[in-house]
């Protein structure tokens, strides 16, 4: 070999040994590249479930142990017809709950009828007398039977003579309870017409859930703002064409109000469109028949405090309190102070499921207070004809 093509060969190896070692040093460095972008992007990636920020605001908190008056509480299920053994809250408690609170009645609107509803009187009305109340229910299963009103009105009367003081209408009529035929049962069928009026006649009212959350006729997905909530409970999405919509089935509720004019209807969770108070303010003008109550839609009205406040102001002789909510000092609590201070950007009771933001205190006067808290329920239910 001459000395040309050593050198050769010598400087071909070193370019070669330069560009491997360039070559593993490159890989090195693309590697960590790619493990500090990984780690980034996970830095800046955070499940929804785990976000809890805790806000830095610096303002007033009052907190309300008792109510500034006696309550009653139109809307609730603690140990209903419907509960297991396992679910039941001992009487005793409940009742212990209420007094810390200032509750003066507890109304349980789920009795059903007949030795379920016994049962409901025997083990919460009887023994407390005047901390509870119990509503009656249909018994759809019976809707295919020939004069199912007419069945209908007798198992009613049966159940006011036993002590039931008003009748519950779940949210299933008109989105889900169906003839055998799979027809859905129209919430405005006339042939219903004897039920609403024999209610009227006896001076009970009708505490009625139509439709949900505007939020559960829409897409499930990152647009709708109670997505959490959806994905926790699917069941409660209503979007799609196989259901009614929400305007059409309030629309067939507004025409039984307007048939019976007679009956007090309670349009329950602010009338059912809390997220449009001028839809519930335009239907509380047009049928005087009827009043609200505002279980389980705190973070609703609450988001919006001074149309709230105006809305409270203006209905004050129309609006009833209730939770829907397991009896329970915290819950009662919270209500309180939303209802009764003026405290900026707190919690509603069981934040952040329903929504992902913050509520704002009424401050409501005493005068609106004592009405929305018992005495519009003492009214409704002074109605009685028993």
């Given at each position: 070999m001459n000395r040309r093509n050593f050198f050769s060969r010598v400087v071909q190896g070193s370019a070669a040994a330069g560009w491997a070692e360039a070559s593993?040093?490159?890989?090195?460095?693309?590697?960590?590249?790619?493990?500090?972008?990984?780690?980034?992007?996970?830095?800046?990636?955070?499940?929804?479930?785990d976000f809890h920020p805790v806000s830095m605001l610096h303002v007033p908190v009052h907190e309300v142990e008792r109510a500034r008056f006696p309550v009653i509480d139109v809307h609730?299920?603690?140990?209903?017809?419907?509960?297991?053994?396992?679910?039941?809250?001992?009487?005793?408690?409940?009742?212990?709950?209420?007094?810390?609170?200032?509750l003066q009645t507890i109304v349980i609107l789920t009795g059903m009828w007949g030795e379920y509803l016994q049962a409901v009187l025997d083990e919460?009305?009887?023994?407390?007398?005047?901390?509870?109340v119990v509503f009656t229910q249909i018994d759809w299963k019976r809707v295919d039977?020939?004069?199912?009103?007419?069945?209908?009105?007798?198992?009613?009367?049966?159940?006011?003579?036993?002590?039931?003081?008003?009748?519950?209408?779940?949210?299933?009529?008109?989105?889900?309870?169906?003839?055998k035929s799979g027809e859905l049962v129209k919430v405005d069928d006339p042939e219903l017409?004897?039920?609403w009026a024999d209610c009227g006649r006896l001076g009970i009212p009708v505490a009625i859930h139509t439709t949900d959350p505007e939020a559960f006729?829409?897409?499930?997905?990152?647009?709708?703002?109670?997505?959490e909530e959806l994905l926790h409970h699917p069941d409660w999405s209503f979007y799609g064409h196989q259901f009614p919509s929400k305007e059409s089935l309030l629309t067939a509720r507004e025409r039984v109000f307007a048939r019976h004019s007679g009956t007090t209807f309670i349009a329950l969770h602010v009338g059912n469109w809390p997220e449009n108070l001028d839809y519930v303010s335009q239907q509380l003008d047009r049928l005087p028949n009827v009043v609200i109550e505002v279980g389980a839609r705190q973070a609703e009205i609450g988001r919006q405090p001074r149309r709230a406040r105006e809305f409270f102001e203006k209905y004050q002789d129309?609006?009833?309190?209730?939770?829907?909510?397991?009896?329970?000092?915290?819950?009662?609590?919270?209500?309180?102070?939303?209802?009764?201070?003026?405290?900026?950007?707190?919690?509603?009771?069981?934040?952040?499921?329903?929504?992902r933001w913050k509520i704002y205190g009424l401050n409501l006067p005493d005068e609106i207070l004592n009405k929305v808290y018992r005495r519009n329920a003492?009214?409704?239910?002074?109605?009685?004809?028993?």
């Open positions: 593993a040093g490159g890989a090195l460095r693309a590697s960590g590249s790619a493990e500090t972008a990984s780690k980034a992007a996970a830095k800046e990636t955070l499940l929804l479930r609730n299920h603690v140990n209903d017809a419907r509960r297991s053994s396992g679910e039941r809250i001992p009487p005793a408690r409940v009742i212990e709950v209420m007094d810390h609170s200032n919460m009305v009887k023994p407390y007398p005047g901390r509870f039977e020939p004069d199912f009103s007419g069945s209908m009105v007798k198992q009613i009367d049966d159940a006011v003579a036993r002590g039931a003081r008003g009748l519950k209408v779940l949210k299933d009529f008109g989105l889900t309870v169906r003839h017409d004897p039920i006729f829409h897409p499930v997905n990152g647009e709708n703002e109670r997505f129309r609006i009833l309190f209730g939770t829907d909510m397991t009896p329970e000092e915290g819950l009662y609590r919270n209500w309180f102070r939303f209802l009764e201070t003026a405290d900026d950007s707190f919690d509603y009771w069981g934040a952040p499921e329903q929504g003492e009214r409704i239910f002074g109605q009685y004809k028993g």
